[in-house]
């Protein structure tokens, strides 16, 4: 309860005034109270802005604020900058320690220091055929993971933010699962663990997270065996249920699509994957109905499940039908991905266009009546999260020119979620890869899309195999490190700013941070060298830093260490404040 001197003139401005004299006897005496207690006040008013001034020359380093007001708010409110040796402020018995979402004091109009660079910077990393990893199947577990870190070293060393990682090339799966068959890609032999025993996305997903790196599992919905799959095991859906598989010209087995059978068992894989592993993502790429060339040019083999339709009173064309199938497993995952964890991203990859003459100036293949994906139906919908077209042709090409292309599906992104193309480098004839190209749709992309950059590159070995590309775009595009552009639509919540600690010795200067905040995914250190603002990004376990106290360019110039910050960055890209910590 406030005293009976405090007297509230507004939410934000709080006047001290001693109490008038209470006189029933005259209105003089009324007044005379009323004149002293403004008197008082202006006073008391004056010396708050003299001693402000005092603290300002005091505290120069003090972090800049500004008013708060209480008003009803989902915003968490941030938490201070703190030695680690202070108690973290104690959670309510029985309530979780996450994000706030009861009535708080809000920090308005808050401006950052410094802004990261946020850019979706993913590459795919193949399993199929053995594009990517591991080189060949049956590889020990030892060779497999030094080679898995080969590729996450590489990643990490060029700033790259995002892996996308083939987890379940053909019904098989490339984890434990209790579902579908080890896959022969791993180990050689369908159905077959790993020895010694040890889990493949489990792996990935720690490694990818200690580098500061998500981890979207990449699966195909329908392909139930690939013509490089080898011998099909007893527990592949090819023998289990022959009734929901078509045998195709090509040697290729695959779901039927329009059977309910076969999105019920797509779910349950996928929501295995998102329940028990630490996934950043779920991913799908443009392998929906297969690809005419598959089956030779014939239509797919559904006959049987179509005339069920019919016969059941249904009145959809079989095009329509079929698409029908496909958008009902598209709604449906993201439905049931963000009922299971919502910060889990949903991404799609389809092909790069969505029919001829859409645009005006695109011609070429139509994925639409040849793979029955209404892709532009998911992204108006809102259905992903992400939306990564396939846009594998070059700025100028005739009929599929890159911008045009990416114009048009950012017409289309009504809901604006995040639209990050999938470039491939591609060579010519005589194997040369075209770089320029591939730097120059990096930047036409940022100059596009310039709220939610990034591109998704097709594929890793096209980058670890080409020296010349990985050194022009470390020293171009992707010379600072930058964050994962935020999904406000998932979470707009920023998790709490860490409690740090630091330790000066004679050149260094030694950096501890901690956070009870269950939210927080990564971290950002910031170095300010005289005027000039660093950072470096960081995995959830990396606890502690070390940065010199004076710097030195190439060219022997030297910066002095004169402040620091440190934030933690949530699952969905959300930051926390930065308050700056001088080094004294």
Known sequence: ????????????????????????????????????????????????????????????????????????????????????????????????????????????????????????????????????????????????????????????????????????????????????????????????????????????????????????????????????????????????????????????????????????????????????????????????????????????????????????GGKLSRGDWRRDGVNKLIERLYAEIKQEKKHVKFGLSPFGIWRPGYPSTVTGFDQYEKLYADAKLWLNKGWIDYFTPQLYWPINKQGQAFPDLLGWWQSENTLQRHLWPGISIGTNKNGVTNNREVLDEINLTRSMLPKSMGSVHWSVSSLTKNPTLTKELKAGPYRIPALVPASPWLDAIAPAAPQVAMNKSKDRLSIQWSSKDKDAASWILYAQYDNKWEYTIMGKNQLNASLQLVSADVSGKTSTLKNIMVTAVDRTGNESEQQIIPVY
Not at 45 to 52: G, V
Not at 181 to 199: E, I, K, N, V
């Open 1 to 312: 309860m406030n005293p009976p001197y405090l007297l509230n003139q507004s939410p934000t401005k709080v006047l001290f005034a001693k109490p008038g004299v209470i006189c029933n006897k005259t209105n003089s005496m009324r007044h005379v109270s009323s004149v002293l207690t403004l008197l008082i006040a202006t006073i008391l008013l004056n010396s708050c802005a003299f001693f402000n001034k005092i603290n300002d020359k005091l505290f120069p380093y003090r972090t800049t604020t500004v008013e708060e007001i209480t008003q009803t708010s989902s915003t968490k409110p941030k938490a201070p900058v703190t030695p680690l040796n202070e108690e973290l402020a104690k959670t309510k018995p029985g309530v979780a320690a996450t994000k706030q979402t009861n009535p708080s004091t809000q920090k308005l109009a808050y401006t950052p220091v410094v802004s990261p660079l946020r850019e979706f910077r993913a590459a795919w990393i193949a399993t199929v055929a053995n594009i990517n990893w591991p080189s060949k199947p049956g590889l020990s577990t030892e060779d497999q993971k030094a080679e898995a870190l080969s590729i996450l070293n590489y990643l990490q060393e060029n700033k790259f933010n995002a892996v996308i990682f083939q987890v379940r090339p053909q019904a098989d799966a490339l984890y434990k699962s209790d579902i579908e068959p080890w896959s022969y890609f791993l180990t050689g032999q369908q159905d077959r663990a790993p020895m010694p025993f040890y889990d493949p996305l489990t792996f990935w997903i720690e490694e990818s997270h200690k580098r500061g790196m998500e981890l979207h599992a990449w699966l195909n919905p329908y392909r139930a065996h690939h013509t490089t799959g080898k011998e099909i095991s007893s527990r592949s859906v090819v023998r289990t249920n022959p009734e929901r598989v078509y045998l195709l010209k090509e040697g290729y087995w695959w779901m039927d699509p329009a059977m309910k059978a076969t999105q019920d068992h797509t779910s349950r894989v996928v929501m295995d994957i998102v329940k028990r592993y630490d996934v950043d993502g779920i991913h799908f790429d443009d392998y929906f109905y297969p690809y005419p060339s598959y089956n030779g040019d014939k239509d797919f083999p559904d006959d049987k499940s179509w005339m069920a339709y019919l016969n059941s």
